[in-house]
């Protein structure tokens, strides 16, 4: 495509709950990244995926997180168990290797 | 580990004057520098960077930005503001690559520019 996607773009959930979000990179991005935004506060980095290596977890606030990326294209970011503290918007990234990033538009989670 | 700051939470300037925001870092080698604004209900856009060479960036929408060395500082400039460059602005850095730490992609805590008619 032409830009980052990611989906869905709001997520309503309770607490307890498991929540899968997913982010589709531009073609041919070597690497892909999850930043987690609060409410009009800066982003905070959760992982980083890049080609066949090992991911960049050194982010992720719990082991109730975790993400994969399948086929070097698509990934999933999973919370596990959610708690009210996970709220926030959830961005996705993809860059050729380390230009600047394209972000998608987010997905708004709301744990209730 | 690198690190970025932004000093100031919100600057306000007038339409047609110059606006500053500022960033400041510190990493272990030479820096890549970026910066990013995110209008309302949106996500990030790229503005400029700065990887090696001239000092002074140009990138979209007529902002520019001056890489430091001594006080390691990158600020963002635009020598006449208009109302819409209202938004977020976010100062990133990270390693070069060699550096364990390349792989991070650090961002500050984000200016709100707000541009009053």
């Known amino acids: 495509g032409a830009g980052v996607s990611q989906s869905p773009s709001n997520k309503v959930t309770e607490k307890g709950k498991d929540v899968e979000l997913r982010c589709d990179p531009i073609s041919g991005h070597t690497a892909l990244y999850w930043y987690r935004q609060s409410l009009g506060q800066g982003l905070e980095f959760l992982i980083y995926?890049?080609?066949?290596?090992?991911?960049?977890k050194s982010g992720l606030p719990s082991d109730r997180f975790s993400a994969e990326r399948t086929g070097g294209s698509v990934s999933t970011l999973t919370i596990q168990r959610t708690q009210q503290e996970d709220s926030a918007v959830y961005l996705c990234?993809?860059?050729?290797?380390?230009?600047?990033?394209?972000f998608g538009p987010g997905t708004r989670l709301t744990v209730l | 580990a690198q690190s970025v700051a932004q000093p100031e939470d919100q600057v306000n300037v007038a339409e047609g004057n110059p606006l500053t925001v500022k960033c400041t870092y510190s990493v272990s080698g030479n820096p890549y520098l970026f910066w990013y604004v995110q209008y309302p209900n949106r996500g990030l856009q790229f503005l400029l960077k700065y990887i090696t060479g001239d000092n002074l960036v140009k990138g979209s929408y007529g902002f520019e930005a001056e890489f430091n060395k001594s006080q390691t500082s990158f600020h963002l400039k635009k020598p006449s503001a208009l109302v819409s460059d209202s938004a977020l602005y976010f100062c990133a850095v990270r390693d070069p690559p060699g550096y364990s730490s390349a792989s991070k992609i650090i961002f500050g805590s984000g200016t709100r520019l707000s541009i009053r008619p």
């Open positions: 990234a993809s860059s050729l290797d380390v230009t600047e990033q394209f």
């Open positions: 995926f890049q080609g066949n290596s090992a991911p960049d």
